[in-house]
């Protein structure tokens, strides 16, 4: 598309016509795939970029002294944005022993506001350890009591399916997730979420997130996450066999690391462990010299010397480790082209 498409899609001249076309078929096949109207589809520079426009959207238009409620194992990107938007205003959903947010917690927190909250948000699967999150039963708890939810499915995206995402008042992806390029995104809106506007200046998505659109990264974006749906459709046993053999081999030769959301359903390309007496970074260091590149939780908090939010959130008691050992933690993850043997 670069080649044929590259022209300004908000232009009068047949090429950008031609690009804009693209531009709506892609929103159109994008909204067919989360099961939406397209019209509440909102391409932007990535999830990151998604997430702060609702971040000030919800500041904006929030109702005084009510509160975001996010899950306490957040990406950064959810997590920061909320805080910087709505500082001091931020409340967190804790999780279990396996990094799972239960249907009672977010009942709970719910019910102690003292107003309606501005949005409640929790992820769609882990980043860091791959714990799959009830969000369907999240979302229709929220919809019950009249708040918006968002899902922040970044990591989802690409080995679930996606469709039902759509139910969602509002949804963050990432292209770059499931094998599209990096630096493109989206944001899905609620039904009523015409008022929605994002960065200021141009008329752009339809006047609600200015800003000369990518359309090639866009339409590699959609083309990339249809292969992949077409993927998830053909079963992914074969890649949850590989990661859970690696994962009894690594059980084997360290005997004391402890599988992050062990119990708990996890997609099927990750892998996270606790070392105890390891320092992640060291680890991720030693793997590197081997050939293998591996992290200490998600790559956007990859530099901090804290442990990942997942593993603070559930807390050493229930690793049944020393404060000091959840810095030896190491993610794995594996990808549609990982084979059984790249694993082992």
């Not at 974006?221 to 066999?241: D, P």
């Not at 010397?305 to 810095?327: E, N, Y």
Request: charged share 20%; net charge neutral.
């Amino acid at each position: 598309a670069t080649d044929r498409t590259w022209h300004n899609p908000s232009g009068l001249y047949a090429a950008a016509t031609a690009a804009r076309d693209l531009l709506e078929d892609c929103r159109d096949r994008l909204a067919g795939i989360v099961d939406c109207d397209p019209g509440r589809v909102v391409f932007t520079a990535g999830a990151t970029a998604a997430v702060n426009a609702l971040a000030r959207h919800v500041a904006g238009t929030a109702a005084a002294g009510s509160r975001a409620i996010l899950s306490a194992i957040e990406h950064p990107c959810v997590a920061e944005s909320f805080a910087a938007a709505l500082p001091g205003r931020v409340e967190e959903i804790t999780v279990d022993r396996e990094g799972v947010v239960r249907i009672d917690a977010v009942e709970a927190v719910l019910d102690g506001q003292p107003k309606t909250p501005a949005i409640v948000s929790v992820m769609a699967a882990s980043n860091e350890s791959g714990a799959i999150q009830p969000w369907q039963a999240i979302a229709a708890v929220c919809r019950t009591r009249g708040v918006p939810f968002h899902a922040d499915a970044a990591q989802w995206l690409g080995k679930c399916p996606a469709r039902g995402l759509g139910e969602c008042d509002w949804v963050t992806g990432s292209g770059h997730k499931f094998g599209g390029p990096k630096g493109v995104g989206f944001l899905i809106v609620p039904e009523s979420g015409t008022a929605f506007r994002g960065d200021r200046g141009g008329p752009q998505e339809h006047g609600r997130h200015a800003g000369t659109e990518n359309v090639a990264a866009i339409a590699a974006m959609v083309a990339a996450l249809e292969a992949r749906e077409a993927e998830i459709a053909a079963g992914t046993a074969a890649w949850a066999a590989a990661r859970d053999a690696a994962e009894r081999r690594l059980r084997e030769r360290i005997p004391g690391a402890v599988v992050i959301s062990a119990n708990a359903p996890r997609l099927w390309n990750t892998l996270a462990l606790v070392i105890p007496g390891g320092d992640g970074k060291k680890l991720v260091a030693r793997l590197n010299r081997l050939g293998i590149a591996a992290s200490t939780g998600s790559a956007c908090s990859a530099g901090a010397d804290a442990s990942p939010r997942i593993v603070a959130a559930i807390g050493a008691t229930a690793f049944g480790v020393a404060p000091a050992d959840l810095r030896g933690v190491v993610r794995l993850s594996g990808g549609w082209e990982t084979t059984y043997e790249d694993w082992l």
